[in-house]
């Protein structure tokens, strides 16, 4: 099976500047997430969704960051404009809904550094 | 709010050395609790999880125990390896599912 995949995996760009990430969930799995890792903190919550609907976005800094999930499946974190606090790891995670206990499945990351 | 808060690194150690990471946490309700493992390099990935007061989670001869009256979740290993060389995260998930992690702790073994 395959796991999640993001893209692109390292971006560098200048503050004031646009950036968008993209994921591709393991299929089948309906609840997706975006998460925000700042070196040497956990990661935190930014953005979940549910099929293409979103279940909790109160972390997401809605003026300069926006997430669509278009028909359920690939899902887009775009950031604009970024700031210098931006720099950070972005980590999307899908989860299915079958069970008591839907476990995460984590891909591997997009490091974005802001200069 | 929820919260997770775990035992600052870095942490080194020798080969064959016990270990031990701890984690508190606070909550409503009673979550499932989880340590990640997020080695260099790589994505992050569930090492133990234990849903339930009591219940013991292990893996790869690491073992953690849901301890609801003292609100902790320390993990433990007898013997380390090199290999256990990672970052460490412990975690929660609140009432709507979504993880809440701790600042994890850099985990170094020396041979």
């Known amino acids: ?115 | 709010g929820d919260s997770v808060t775990q035992m600052e690194g870095p942490v080194t150690l020798s080969e064959e050395a016990f270990l031990t990471i701890n984690c508190t946490y606070t909550a409503t309700g009673y979550p499932s609790l989880f340590w990640y493992v997020q080695y260099p390099g790589e994505g992050l990935q569930l090492l133990l999880k234990a849903t339930k007061a009591d219940d013991k989670g292990s893996n790869k001869g690491f073992e953690a125990t849901y301890r609801k009256e003292t609100t902790s979740f320390h993990l433990e290993k007898g013997s380390v390896q090199v290999s256990d060389s990672a970052v460490y995260f412990c975690a929660l998930n609140d009432q709507g599912g979504k993880l809440i992690f701790g600042q994890g702790t850099e985990l170094s073994v020396k041979p």
Do not use: M
């Not at chain 1, 979103?54 to 499946?73: I, T, W």
């Not at chain 1, 700031?83 to 490091?111: H, I, M, W």
């Open chain 1, 1 to 115: 099976e395959a796991g999640v995949a993001q893209s692109p995996r390292y971006k560098i760009i200048e503050k004031r500047q646009s950036v968008a990430f993209w994921c591709n969930p393991i299929s089948g799995h309906a609840t997706l997430y975006w998460y925000q890792q700042i070196l040497g903190q956990g990661p935190k919550l930014l953005i979940q969704f549910q099929n293409n609907g979103v279940v909790d976005d109160s972390q997401l800094p809605k003026d300069r960051f926006s997430a669509e999930r278009l028909k359920g499946v690939d899902s887009t974190l775009k950031i604009q404009p970024a700031k210098l606090e931006d720099s950070a790891v972005y980590l999307c995670a899908s989860s299915s809904d079958r069970g008591s206990y839907n476990e995460q499945f984590f891909g591997p990351g997009t490091r974005l550094t802001v200069l």
